[in-house]
């Protein structure tokens, strides 16, 4: 695919089926992560691959903390936050690695790791794949930051759910006036 094309185009993917993305679609992936814009080359990031067993062993640490802020938490719930990750055969976590620096805000920091998520999906869109930015409060519940062995100065932006899409859609066509003007002094 025209890098244009899939600039322009990339649409994300709600319902996705497997096989997970491969090896070497997964590299070109995180090669293209790893390319975002980055003030004082701080690598503000790090990338957890998830599938197979991985993905089930996700799901049981949502239901955790779940059921530990509601002991009460019905069977059904509990069952559909193990079911969560298994929306996709891959998922990859995207961490904000930060920490303070006298040049780069942690702000910065945080909006270089979500380049990086960005184009992990811009890639995925290329590659002819699916992908889908997901957060929800299991993204910022430090149970699962825990579990997955963040670190202090270490956000989770975003879980990219990575697959096969289950059906294409058109990319929304926005118009540009709503957005931007032009400064002239
Ligand atoms: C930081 C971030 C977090 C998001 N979290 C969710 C989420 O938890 N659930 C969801 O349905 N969409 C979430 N989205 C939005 C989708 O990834 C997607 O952008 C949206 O459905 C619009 O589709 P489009 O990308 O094809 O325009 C999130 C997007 C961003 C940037």
Known sequence: MEALDALINRVSCPRLEGPAPTAEQLELMLKAAVRAPDHGALRPWRFIVTQGEGL??????????????????????????????????????????????????????????????????????????????RTGEMAYHPQVEQGLGLAEGETIVGYIYLGQRCRDREAPRLGLDEFVTHWEG
């Open 56 to 133: 089930v062993q996700l799901g049981k640490l949502y239901a955790t903390a779940a059921k530990a802020d509601d002991p009460d938490l019905a069977p059904a719930r509990y069952e559909k936050y193990c079911n969560m990750p298994l929306r996709a055969p891959m998922v990859i976590t995207v961490v904000a690695v930060t920490r303070e620096h006298p040049k780069v805000p942690v702000s910065e920091q945080l909006i270089s790791a979500g380049c990086a998520a960005h184009s992990i999906t811009q890639t995925a869109h290329a590659l002819g794949l699916g992908a889908m930015w």
